[in-house]
């Protein structure tokens, strides 16, 4: 199936935003590092903060892989596992305490990726549909 030039276009948005978020949180883990060396997590908060940031990476490149493999071949697959993979990452933190801010900008990624993943799925029409 050759996919519309408006929806290659909504998709290459939709890969600009993963890296873009993915950079953002690279450096906030780089400040992690160096923020969390000597602590504990009883005693800086910087500790949790940087677990919760790899837990961040690693799910946000797997849905970025998940994207990448979809262009391949069937894309709404790979926007629904996509989509279920940011799920699961904003239920793995929810109840993990780190700094609040580092805490909503990972909600406000995983909104914004959300919302760009049902925009491609619309604009895919009926046949794109799940």
């Not at 910087?46 to 940031?53: A, H, R």
Request: charged content about 30%; glycine content about 6%; proline content about 2%.
């Amino acid at each position: 199936m050759t996919l519309s030039f408006e929806l290659r276009y909504e998709i290459l948005t939709l890969e600009a935003k993963f890296d873009y978020y993915l950079d953002i949180l690279k450096r906030a883990r780089e400040t992690a590092e160096i923020k969390s060396r000597g602590g504990s997590a009883e005693t800086n908060i910087w500790v949790p903060t940087k677990d919760v940031l790899d837990i961040a990476l690693v799910r946000m490149s797997i849905a970025k892989k998940s994207l990448e493999d979809g262009k391949r071949g069937a894309i709404i697959f790979a926007l629904a596992a996509a989509q279920r993979e940011l799920e699961a990452l904003r239920y793995q933190i929810e109840g993990k305490s780190c700094l609040p801010h580092i805490k909503k900008t990972i909600n406000v990624a995983i909104s914004d990726i959300i919302m760009s993943i049902n925009d491609v799925r619309k604009k895919g029409g009926s046949s794109f549909s799940l």
